[in-house]
């Protein structure tokens, strides 16, 4: 099987959407006319401007999903800073208003683990 982009953005903003973040909009425009890697670009409903988000094509279906975690959760936190709210995104319940999870590749596939404990909260696309 493999996870396109939107594939792996949906996981991700299911995350969103259920963890109370920001709303993400998605510009189905390429970011990159490569044919290495899949793009589009990301909004915050909340702010102007736009960040492109890029997978490399050659990546492996549970790569794919903590990249594009990676990048949209780095986008999410900026936005978050910005708008002078809590940029913990999304938050580790072990250590509330400490840090956000991280997205990494574990045992079960991608998931958000806590930087300090290593343990996963919750695999990407299950937070809530």
């Not at 920001?22 to 510009?27: D, F, H, K, S, Y």
């Not at 997205?103 to 696309?125: F, M």
Request: aromatic residues 8%.
């Amino acid at each position: 099987m493999e996870i396109s982009l939107a594939d792996a953005l949906g996981l991700v903003v299911r995350d969103l959407e259920r963890t109370g973040g920001l709303t993400l909009r998605v510009l189905d425009e390429p970011v990159d006319n490569s044919y290495d890697y899949e793009s589009v670009w990301m909004m915050s409903a909340a702010a102007p401007g736009r960040t492109g988000l890029m997978a490399p094509r050659w990546f492996g279906d549970a790569e794919r999903v903590v990249h594009v975690a990676d990048q949209v959760q780095e986008f999410i936190l900026e936005e978050l800073w910005g708008l002078g709210r809590s940029a913990t995104w999304p938050e580790c319940a072990e250590h509330p208003g400490s840090h956000p999870l991280e997205a990494r590749l574990t045992d079960d596939g991608p998931g958000w683990v806590c930087p300090k404990s290593g343990r996963t909260g919750a695999r990407i696309g299950e937070l809530g």
